[in-house]
């Protein structure tokens, strides 16, 4: 039969699992608002029962450990959709802040300044002797070489502070790694038992949401508690483990590397890919976009311009400055070394508004055949120049302010499908993670009842405990 002593210790069993769920309680109620805290419960299983003649007796309750309340799949599915909104977000950022750049539309903006470019062409094949108007078109065409030069400049400093951006994530993601290690260990050496320490549990699934932002992870549950992360299929953190990661940049291209492997990431792919994908990508062709307009500029105006004389009876003459090699052969302009001719900065008479009374012939050969001179109403040269506004200049068939629009408008659609990739994954990162706070957040109201629950039943293993005392009394007194 049941001793007395069975009876407490069934009693003390009941009120240590009690005071474990009280104590949970309030662990659960304390952390309700902290960030990444998923939700404690006693495990509690009951004690094999004791084997009697009459039948077997229960031997009160064991204490299986305290678990968190956790679903991994709800967690994979958050950290998917939060490395697509911030790839896309980072993209969009970067893009946003070249748009603002450009000054597009107003008339701070290039378009603008192309425009008065030419209309001052126009205007000085409509007055070519006068020189006022070679004044305003030195003028307009200075202000064109700079906002050239400008916005190249600027587009430059925003993909050296994109790089830096690029650095300061990779190192981020070095630290992370480094604190995945350590939790790792940590973990594997406070489970040995085959209890689960839902503290650094939880620690361990912050670090790799935060992770989640930066690349595109996969992770796996090892069963020693420790996880193994992997980055569209190599390995970065297994255990106690982690690879070396790396950003690098070759002909004007980033990528990131994991021990010697190149990781192609897109601009879905976390914010190092969002911001990679626009180094890559936008930046570069519309750094590229602005070279070639510049070089289409020079190649095209000065073709025409050589053929023009000037007031100073000068032929030949180079409207912008084109730079030549060591053989003289001509170096391909670029937006930042854009600019005007020498001569041309030095006086504005040097600027041919047409053709010469008798062209290429420079020097008398036949005293009935006259050397070359600057005809005062000569206007073809400047009339040629103004038609390159909508006609082919370069590889511009429908004209370089044309062109600047589509370069503007492929800026443009990236942007808004960032913006909209951004928005719609942010959404579902959302959903995602109300989701799983259902399941591993603390509600204070749950808390409450189960703090009612195990007030009440250690109220009733202490009267138990109290009728045993009785029991054993009565039969003291006997």
């Known amino acids: 039969m049941s001793s007395i002593n069975q009876i407490l210790s ?42 009697l003649p009459e039948g077997t007796l229960g031997l009160g309750v064991q204490i299986g450990g305290v678990e968190r309340t956790r679903d991994s799949f709800l967690d994979a599915s958050f950290r998917s959709e939060t490395t697509k909104a911030e790839g896309f977000r980072s993209q969009a950022d970067l893009l946003r802040r070249v748009e603002a750049l450009t000054g597009e539309p107003g008339d701070e903006g290039l378009t603008s300044a192309i425009d008065r470019f030419f209309n001052a062409w126009s205007e000085l094949s409509a007055s070519p002797e006068e020189s006022g108007a070679r004044a305003s078109l030195r003028q307009q065409a200075e202000a064109l070489t700079f906002r050239f030069n400008d916005l190249a400049t600027s587009v430059d400093r925003l993909a050296v502070e994109g790089a830096e951006r690029l650095q300061q994530s990779t190192n981020r993601i070095r630290t992370l790694t480094d604190e995945l290690v350590r939790i790792n260990q940590s973990i594997v050496a406070a489970e040995t038992g085959g209890v689960q ?51 690098e940049s070759s002909g004007g291209e980033w990528r990131l ?21 626009t180094l890559n990508n936008d930046l570069s062709q519309m750094r590229q976009g602005l070279d070639e307009i510049a070089s289409a500029l020079v190649t095209t105006v000065n073709t025409i311009h050589r053929g023009g004389t000037n007031p100073l009876g000068q032929e030949g003459i180079d409207f912008f400055d084109q730079p030549l090699d060591g053989d003289g052969n001509p170096i391909p302009v670029s937006a930042t070394s854009f600019r005007l001719s020498a001569a041309v900065q030095a006086s504005p008479q040097a ?25 005062p109403g000569a206007n073809d040269i400047a009339l040629a120049i103004s038609g390159l506004r909508d006609g082919p200049v370069g590889g511009f068939a429908q004209g370089v302010g044309n062109g600047w629009g589509e370069v503007l408008g492929n800026v443009a659609n990236q942007i808004r499908q960032s913006q909209d990739g951004a928005q719609v994954h942010t959404s579902l990162a959302r959903q995602a993670d109300v989701q799983r706070t259902d399941v591993s957040g603390v509600s204070i109201d749950e808390e409450m009842v189960r703090l009612i629950q195990a007030q009440s039943a250690y109220s009733a293993a202490a009267r138990m405990i109290s009728t045993a005392d009785e029991m054993l009394q009565t039969l003291l007194r006997i």
Do not use: F
Not at 206 to 219: F, G, K, T
Not at 260 to 276: N, Q
């Open 351 to 375: 600027i041919a508004a047409g053709v010469g009374s008798n062209p290429g012939l420079t020097e008398p050969i036949d005293p009935d055949e006259p050397p070359n001179s600057y005809l």
């Open 257 to 277: 590397r994991i021990q010697d492997i190149a990781i192609p990431l897109s601009a879905s792919e976390g914010r190092v890919g969002g911001t990679m994908a």
């Open 10 to 51: 069934v009693a003390n069993s009941a009120l240590r699992a009690s005071q474990a769920q009280v104590n949970t309680a309030a662990q659960n109620v304390a952390n309700a608002n902290t960030e990444g805290y998923s939700r404690q419960r006693v495990i509690q299983t009951a004690r094999p029962g004791l084997r």
């Open 197 to 247: 320490s839902p503290d650094l549990r939880d620690s361990q699934d912050r670090a790799l949401d935060e992770l989640a932002q930066l690349l595109p992870i996969d992770v796996q549950q090892n069963n020693d508690g420790s996880v193994r992360v992997t980055v569209k299929g190599v390995g970065l953190v297994d255990g106690p483990l982690a690879k070396p990661v790396e950003l």
